[in-house]
Nanobody, 115 residues
Framework: QVQLAESGGGLVQAGGSLRLSCAAS????????MAWYRQAPGKQRELVAA???????NYAEFVKGRFTISRDNAKITVYLQMNSLKPEDTAVYYC?????????WGQGTQVTVSS
């Protein structure tokens, strides 16, 4: 059973930074795609950033220039560096990984940005 575990969330003031990490329990397989999603109260879950095993990256427009996604294939870990945080970035952030026909999700980590 593959599991994803996020860490690094917390409370930060507007303009501050946080770094999220997501580690997978497996070292056997390489995820085709790893990504970060977020879900704010009363809103749908939305894609924040994604990165393929080959390093191709996609960002949501609302985080371009502020967030950076990266991955360590050897450690099966994906990171999200979040800079210039805004109160509207407050949400639960979820790690996602795709292995062929299967999708995997972490349990989520809360990010709260105060104004």
């Amino acid at each position: 059973q593959v599991q994803l575990a996020e860490s690094g969330g917390g409370l930060v003031q507007a303009g501050g930074s946080l770094r999220l990490s997501c580690a997978a329990s497996t070292t056997i397989f390489t995820f085709n795609v790893m990504a970060w999603y977020r879900q704010a109260p009363g809103k749908q879950r939305e894609l924040v950033a994604a990165i393929t095993s080959g390093g191709r990256i996609n960002y949501a427009e609302f985080v371009k220039g502020r967030f950076t996604i990266s991955r360590d294939n050897a450690k099966i870990t994906v990171y999200l560096q979040m800079n210039s945080l805004k109160p509207e970035d407050t949400a639960v952030y979820y790690c996602y990984g795709n292995l062929g026909p299967r999708d995997y999700w972490g349990q989520g980590t809360q990010v709260t940005v105060s104004s």
